[in-house]
């Protein structure tokens, strides 16, 4: 089989399983993912990439796959100590969490950039699969709410996102940098993956770095992006919720209208069907198919579909998934 | 009762120990007491303060006894996860002991310093006992052994204080400042009490504080040492070991000299009762009694004869233990 450059762009937890199912599906040293960092925050002076941990602990299968952040079996003792202390924060670390934030603190506090670490990261915890944290410049996602504006986190931990959302801004984009090769694997790649994570929280501020955005347009392989909403809902999160507090429409017709001006591909959830003509009206092929990812199984199948969808997007056949699989539910047009 | 000003001079579990006796004998809000610094290290960017912990640890209740440092019942899930990185340390830091550190260092990188930090760490958990860092400038002990110039903790934890001793430095005690209130706690206290803490490792780089040094020597108050070596033995880790080290019988007769320029009295161990006119020789008042503190009750049993013996040393008498207590064992002539 040819060598294959599959690119994923992704946030957490739904970034972070389609990108694992693509390690499935094709091989992990075929697959980089490029992944927001825009969540990134401080909690007692560590360091805390909250997506690059989901997708790193995900790839490592350590991942606490029931909560969709943290590891497996993590216990709380620290944090129950700081509740004795009176101190304890809105954000819980475990005890086995607390680990990878103090490793990155101290290699960042070294002079060692993010992506440094988390490539030194990631290859302790055996994870061949490439993870570049979209910028080693802080970039932050605020969000102007009806309670003002909100770091990302407090919205999401401490407000449960439950705060109506009029605007979101990612402070920092216009003058962060792609962190190293992040440019060049995007020019490279065979296929590149939107994954079903959050449009406005998770992939749009990766698109907020313009050389990324620019680089998008200008590539030469399919771009495929996984819808988040299916029957108006999100999978998870507040995907749906945000959309109408800024004035869309929750549909993966809306989705794929945001991704647009750079996708040649849209994989639609089979609930869904009925929106497929007004997607292709777009000039963007679409896959029909089952986008839930319940199972580990369900992730390697997804990828597989979508590895064969990318193939019928170009002209050459780069050769198929490594699994066997069953014929996709639906097929471009 | 009258008030009463007691202070003690600490290092670790030993000092820990006798001053949660003083504390239950004479009320914890007459107790004040001084603590090595010389022992801080780093990890991972986070301020340990090892014996500061100990008698905070051992004041409120959660120390862990059978160690002697850390909190009881703590866990190892943290640098378990370290391990897996394949980082582990040589110092393992338990899950609950963590919250300490990343809230000492979360505090002092806001600008407070470390005798701040500890009496708000130390009224969090509900110690009403002053504990005074010695001081707030850093003072790190260096020892230098067959193995080259060891930090203390390299010594004492990563090579379980196996190398031969030379010598030992303070580094920095000759500029640092001894921290706010401690010089004026040596001139107002009534009694002064030496815990038997290591002499070398854990007084002496106390006493290298020159002015903490001189207030010993002009205090008004009755110094009382408590010996740390019976029979020749350390009670606990280096101290005999290191004696011979450096060319000093491990007797208590030589911890009595060592203090002797500003001691008034010395509590001997009953096993150690024939060395009593050695140290009388050196116009020092003597108490024999059994020193060991095996259990809770056996520190505040010392510590009651320690402030009988007080009493004994000084023109008028200040009252004496809160507590019943059986006749000491021995009194001074």
């Not at 739904?14 to 990108?19: C, I, Q, R, S, V």
């Not at 991942?63 to 009176?86: C, H, I």
């Not at 944290?133 to 009806?146: A, E, K, Y």
């Amino acid at each position: 089989m040819k060598e294959m450059n599959f690119l994923a762009l992704a946030g957490g937890v739904g970034g972070a399983k389609l990108t694992d199912g693509l390690v499935r599906a094709v091989g992990a040293e075929q697959v980089t993912v490029i992944v927001n960092t825009a969540d990134d925050f401080t909690l007692y002076g560590l360091h805390i990439s909250p997506d690059v941990d989901t997708v790193m602990y995900t790839l490592a299968g350590v991942a606490n796959s029931e909560t969709g952040w943290g590891l497996a079996d993590d216990t709380w003792e620290n944090f129950g100590m700081f509740e004795r202390y009176g101190s304890a924060p809105w954000f819980r670390l475990g005890d086995r969490d607390l680990a990878t934030h103090l490793l990155r603190t101290e290699m960042m506090s070294g002079g060692a950039t993010l992506s440094e670490v988390t490539r030194r990261l990631a290859r302790r915890l055996k994870v061949p699969t490439l993870i570049l944290p979209m910028s080693n410049d802080p970039v932050h996602t605020l969000i102007d709410t009806d309670k003002g504006a909100l770091p990302f986190q407090e919205y999401f931990v401490k407000y449960h996102w439950q705060p109506i959302v009029r605007g979101l801004i990612y402070e920092g984009a216009a003058e962060a940098e792609p962190s190293p090769s992040v440019l060049r694997r995007i020019e490279t790649a065979d296929t590149i993956v939107i994954c079903p994570s959050n449009p406005y929280l998770s992939i749009d501020p990766i698109l907020a770095l313009h050389s990324i955005h620019d680089a998008l347009l200008n590539a030469t392989a399919p771009i495929i992006a996984v819808t988040p909403i299916i029957g108006g809902e999100a999978v998870k999160g507040p995907a749906a919720k945000l959309m109408k507090e800024l004035g869309v429409e929750p549909s993966a017709v809306e989705v794929a209208r945001h991704y647009a001006d750079f996708i040649n591909g849209f994989v639609l959830d089979e609930r869904d069907a009925g929106l497929r003509q007004a997607i292709e009206a777009m000039g963007v092929g679409v896959l029909v198919t089952d986008t839930l990812m319940t199972s580990s199984d369900d992730r390697a199948r997804l990828a597989c579909e979508i590895v064969t969808f990318a193939d019928q997007l170009r002209p050459e056949k780069l050769g198929g998934c490594l699994l066997d699989q069953p014929k996709p539910s639906g097929s471009p047009q």
